[in-house]
């Protein structure tokens, strides 16, 4: 989702703001508001220090990814493929067998349209 996306999620650090406010003041974005989800879902459901700062918790698992893989190659979201597509590489070999970095087609889109090209 990181890899596969241009959204930012932004987290404000104001020490003003109190735990009852409500939480879309202590975020913001930039993008489309449908990618901005998907980052908020992988931030979710990653293992977050709650006592971090909003600006930490809102991108730890984002620079994870981004700090292990180059996006060298795009196709954006296309209304006839229904699907965006980003190809990577791995920044590091992913594994002592392997003679170079990992590359990985990362494909997020309506899922009809996915699921018509898989052959397996």
Not at 7 to 18: M, V, W
Request: proline residues 4%.
């Amino acid at each position: 989702m990181a890899l596969c996306n241009d959204a930012r999620l932004i987290g404000n650090d104001h020490e003003n703001l109190t735990e009852n406010e409500n939480s879309t003041e202590r975020y913001t974005i930039e993008g489309e508001p449908t990618e901005a989800v998907l980052l908020c879902l992988l931030e979710k459901l990653g293992p977050n220090d709650l006592a971090s700062k909003p600006s930490t918790i809102a991108s730890q698992y984002y620079l994870h990814f981004i700090n292990h893989w180059d996006r060298y190659a795009m196709l954006e979201f296309d209304r006839e493929r229904k699907s965006m597509s980003v190809l990577v590489q791995s920044k590091t070999k992913t594994s002592p067998k392997r003679k170079d970095n990992e590359t990985k087609l990362f494909v997020k889109g309506a899922p009809n349209m996915l699921l018509q090209r898989c052959k397996r």
